[in-house]
């Protein structure tokens, strides 16, 4: 059973970085794409990037050239490289995964089964 389990949250001011990990438990192959989503109060998750088992990437339009997503060789930890914070970044972030065919890179939050329970990123100004 895979298990997802984020850290590296925290508070930061407005222009700082952050690095999000995800230490993602179970057989690669069985999680092919995984991504980072951020939710913030009464809103609905929204992707933030996401990745394949080739290591090919997709971000939101929002967070490009600013966030960076990467993984381990092992397959087991997801990392979400975090730079030029902004207020508006500020939300509960979570890492999701697929559990099926490994064509699966996407930013559509309906495509990932499998997730973490998340880790707070409040930038102040």
């Known amino acids: 059973q895979v298990q997802l389990v984020e850290s590296g949250g925290g508070s930061v001011q407005d222009g700082g970085s952050l690095t999000l990990s995800c230490a993602a438990s179970?057989?690669?192959?069985?999680?092919?794409?995984m991504a980072w989503f951020r939710q913030s109060p009464g809103n609905e998750p929204k992707a933030v990037a996401a990745?394949?088992?080739?290591?090919?990437?997709m971000y939101t339009d929002s967070v490009k050239g600013r966030f960076t997503i990467s993984q381990d060789s092992t397959k087991h930890t997801l990392y979400l490289q975090m730079n030029s914070l902004a207020p508006e970044d500020t939300a509960m972030y979570y890492c999701?995964?697929?559990?099926?065919?490994?064509?699966?890179?996407?930013?559509?939050?309906?495509?990932?089964?499998?997730w973490g329970r998340g880790t707070q990123v409040t930038v102040s100004s």
């Open positions: 999701a995964a697929t559990s099926g065919s490994p064509y699966c890179l996407t930013l559509r939050p309906a495509s990932y089964t499998i």
């Open positions: 990745l394949d088992s080739y290591d090919n990437t």
């Open positions: 179970g057989d690669p192959t069985s999680r092919p794409c």
